[in-house]
């Protein structure tokens, strides 16, 4: 039997899951089996807790529906735990180095008691120091094990189901489960301490609890609030089944009904007829449980104490509307440059939506790319009654198709579709003067699959943080998504944690892709001529990324030389990272500079294959089935800088080439289309183009533009089914 089981329910942190269950495995305390709770076999946690167990045999998956919520998440990991002492992590909480020693040290101490509680650290995403709520809780209890009445005080009621080590037996001899629905954690704590007769207290951080951007889940309004009358009740009618003294009742009492009192007067939990029905419901258990003796606490806390137990729901109403100030929606001010543009925007915002108006951008308005343009052209075929602006900067408004309707970023106008626009769409992020308004749609399509770490996950790495920007700013413009897009499990993942927010992901597939499975032959041609790639020529595509700690381009590579030593009918298409995109053409000879060209979809499609080093490109140009090859001369120095989210050379599209020779080599022997090739790119593709099929764009214009339902929403193609477009030349 292990000495301890460790349950981690997954619903909603599959992102972060890792970090979770990284910080258990790391333990210097070995004897324990870690029980991920994981919604279904098909879910991201479960084939993130799956490839755990096929390298641990500790690590023992469980399934439990989203349906049965939080607590038949525990409760299923608790059924199947062998461990002495139950410990249960959120999937987004970690334990701290050396925690379960400590745990076994003071147990060992203490001897068998039924609880254990530990302090825990509140850590918040971004800004603001770490709390430990637990530590002024545990910090008058005895030093030793104890029985409950010597600290009456530990009602358990104020501590979460992380913060504390259940004796599994006690548990299971007292038959106590986490309660379904909400508020489970404040019965299942109360309970406990009910009925332990021995407890401890550990006086040192165990767990550091990362706390949600947007709050508490039970924080937000809804009719899910009454539960915690439930919840309440149940505790105090257990107490007095089991004759709990006045000493400990006393602030049994007084803990619970301080979390009903907050509910009952916060502004947005509950509002008008429901707040009046909890509020009348919660004095009849104040009145029906107050022990005997109470005493009730002075000051405003103890008037409401007061008006509760009188059940005057009109003067409690009054007593809060006159100590707090109720504000409109929080809105940041809109910063457009000019005091004239600024209040236009301003008086713009007291308008109306406008419920058939889409506004579209891509890369800060560098012209019509990318998902955003592909999503564009599809509701012009799906949705033709929505009225779509493309924005886009000044000095690329040559640059917008015919007919596309486009204003300029910074304009009137431009500020004035922002304003009443009913959806948004960006493949990078608006503004931060743009206001996100109540029943507008913001749409994230992202712009690429991320191998690079992204958004606060950026935070570590000095050269990429030192360039970012205020990270709270971006988590505030991750505030306005309402749907994120996602083209693989993996990148769902990631946005997950590197972009925390409320937004709904859609797998859907990049819309950009969709030219992949859909462009016939004879377009691609077209294509390969107007980028002047000779006929019968190898088009070898070489897009190499940013570098964070260089400050202008560098090729990295003689491209000419490798023409040269690649073959006699290999000319290269090189892409630099749009960062460094200068406009006009610096190719020569062999070398065919389509760095400036608008789409690099169609870059792609002329090529015959790709040579890449971390560019996510890589992830895009995989579903055309074409060579890929990884030249990755700096991949160390890369990944130490940047940051990667997984070992690419473990696991490449291709073959991977070091130097300009090895290179060269794959292109002359063929070896960069040989079978091992393929076999490689096929692994590649099976986790990395999950989602694209050809329809993503139609997925996102039927499910946000015409609000079509999830499930006739139509569903992704299975990859052996899919016919990418085709390659102009027949490889061997």
């Given amino acids: 039997m292990p000495r301890f089981s460790i349950i981690v329910p997954s619903h909603g942190v599959a992102g972060r899951l890792s970090l979770a269950l990284d910080s258990v495995l790391a333990q210097s305390f070995g004897d324990f089996e870690l029980i991920p709770v994981c919604d279904g076999p098909g879910s991201s946690a479960a084939a993130v807790a799956a490839g755990y167990a096929e390298r641990d045999s500790r690590v023992t998956p469980v399934h439990s529906p989203p349906s049965a919520g939080l607590a038949g998440a525990r409760n299923s990991g608790a059924r199947v735990a062998d461990g002495g002492y139950l410990l249960f992590l959120d999937g987004d909480d970690t334990l701290v180095p050396g925690a379960l020693a400590a745990l076994d040290a003071r147990l060992t101490a203490t001897g068998d008691v039924d609880v254990l509680y530990f302090e825990h650290e509140r850590a918040p995403w971004w800004e603001g120091e770490p709390g430990n709520p637990a530590a002024a809780l545990l910090a008058d209890t005895p030093q030793g094990a104890f029985a409950p009445a010597e600290a009456p005080r530990l009602t358990g009621v104020r501590l979460p189901a992380w913060s504390a080590a259940y004796r599994r037996s006690f548990l299971a001899e007292h038959r106590l489960a986490f309660p379904d629905g909400h508020f489970t954690d404040v019965a299942f704590g109360g309970l406990v301490t009910l009925h332990a007769d021995r407890i401890a207290a550990l006086r040192r951080v165990v767990v550091r609890h990362l706390l949600r951007r947007q709050g508490s889940r039970l924080d937000l309004p809804g009719a899910h609030h009454t539960e915690l009358l439930d919840r309440t009740a149940e505790v105090l009618a257990r107490a007095a089944e089991l004759g709990l003294s006045a000493d400990r009742a006393g602030p049994l009492f007084e803990q619970l009904f301080s979390l009903v009192l907050k509910t009952a007067a916060h502004p947005a939990r509950l509002t008008g007829g429901p707040r009046r029905e909890f509020f009348r419901r919660a004095a009849g258990l104040y009145r029906r449980h107050r022990p005997a003796g109470f005493r009730m606490p002075g000051g405003s806390v103890g008037v409401q104490h007061r008006l509760l137990a009188a059940g005057a729901y009109t003067a409690f109403h009054a007593l809060r509307g006159a100590n707090r100030k109720v504000s409109a929606a929080a809105r940041r001010v809109p910063r457009p440059r000019g005091l004239r543009t600024r209040l236009y925007y301003r008086r713009q915002l007291r308008r109306r939506i406008d419920p058939d108006l889409a506004v579209f951008c891509a890369y800060w308005g560098r012209g019509y790319a ?115 897009l996602s083209s693989n499990p993996h990148s769902t993942q990631m946005w997950e944690r590197a972009f925390p927010g409320r937004y709904e992901h859609l797998e859907y597939g990049y819309p950009r892709n969709d030219v992949f499975y859909t462009t016939p032959a004879e377009d691609v041609a077209r294509i390969r001529r107007e980028l002047g790639v000779p006929e019968g020529a190898r088009a070898v595509l070489y897009a190499p990324t940013h570098r964070d700690y260089r400050s202008g381009f560098e090729p990295g590579l003689d491209l000419e030389a490798f023409c040269e030593a ?15 995109d200068r406009g006009p053409a610096r190719g020569s000879g062999r070398i065919i500079d389509v760095t400036g060209h608008r789409s690099s979809e169609d870059v792609c499609l002329a090529a015959d294959a790709l040579v890449t080093d971390y560019s996510s490109i890589m992830f895009d140009y995989a579903n055309l089935d074409r060579p890929i090859v990884v030249y990755a001369d700096d991949w160390d120095v890369y990944r130490e800088t940047r940051g990667v989210y997984f070992d690419l050379m473990a696991a490449p599209p291709g073959p991977v080439a070091r130097t300009p020779q090895e290179l060269a080599r794959v292109f002359r022997d063929g070896s960069y289309d040989s079978p091992r090739s393929t076999a490689l790119r096929a692994g590649f593709r099976s986790r990395f183009c999950r989602f694209d099929d050809g329809r993503a764009a139609e997925r996102v214009v039927r499910r946000v533009l015409l609000g079509e339902s999830p499930e006739t929403i139509p569903p992704v193609r299975p990859l052996a089914e899919r016919v990418p477009a085709p390659a102009t030349l027949v490889r061997s």
């Fill in 370 to 484: 990318c998902s955003p343009a592909a999503i564009h052209a599809k509701a012009a075929e799906l949705a033709p009654h929505i009225r779509s602006v493309f924005l886009v900067e000044a000095g690329q408004a040559h640059t917008m198709p015919a007919g596309v309707d486009h204003a300029v970023i910074g304009s009137r106008r431009g500020w004035r579709v922002l304003a009443r626009a009913k959806y948004l769409v960006n493949n990078a992020n608006f503004a931060d003067g743009v206001v996100k308004r109540e029943g507008s749609v913001h749409v994230q399509t992202q712009h690429g699959t991320p191998l690079k770490k992204m958004g606060v996950d950026q935070s570590t790495y000095p050269v990429v943080a030192a360039t970012t920007g205020s990270f709270t700013k971006l988590l505030g413009r991750v505030d306005r998504w309402d749907y994120n």
């Fill in 566 to 580: 690649a073959g006699e009918d290999v000319v290269v298409l090189l892409r630099a990272h749009y960062f460094y």
